[in-house]
């Protein structure tokens, strides 16, 4: 299984930027992929996860401004962030797991060490 992220990059705050995590040799039917973030000297913040059931969470700090969505054709999982802010500013990381505890509470409280598989993160600066 591989996860890579795309996308990063500096904006200023109201500004958007687009997250890509391309995945690969990922062959499970089910499971809850998303998005973490974690700022310096912070723990890892769940953002946005897809259930394959198609159920979708946000977290409180992003929901109405973030956007979740998947490519299956394109084997493509994406982040469309809006009105960014500069507490937004982090690495955000792309993860996938496919264990029946992770589906079944699939969302931003899970916590990061639930999830087997990450990507090696992309980073958003949000600043003026």
């Known amino acids: 299984v591989q996860l890579v992220e795309s996308g990063g990059g500096s904006v200023r705050p109201g500004g958007s930027l687009r997250l890509s995590c391309a995945v690969s040799g990922y062959t499970y039917s089910s499971y809850c992929m998303g998005w973490f973030r974690q700022a310096p000297g912070q723990e890892r913040e769940g953002v946005a996860f897809i259930n394959s059931d198609g159920s979708i969470s946000y977290a409180d700090s992003v929901k109405g401004r973030f956007t979740i969505s998947q490519d299956n054709a394109k084997n493509t999982l994406s982040l469309q962030m809006n009105s960014l802010k500069p507490e937004d500013t982090a690495m955000y990381y792309c993860?996938?797991?496919?264990?029946?505890?992770?589906?079944?509470?699939?969302?931003?409280?899970?916590?990061?060490?639930?999830?087997?598989?990450w990507g090696q993160g992309t980073q958003v600066t949000v600043s003026s």
């Open positions: 993860v996938a797991d496919p264990s029946a505890l992770v589906r079944l509470r699939c969302g931003a409280d899970l916590a990061a060490v639930n999830f087997g598989d």
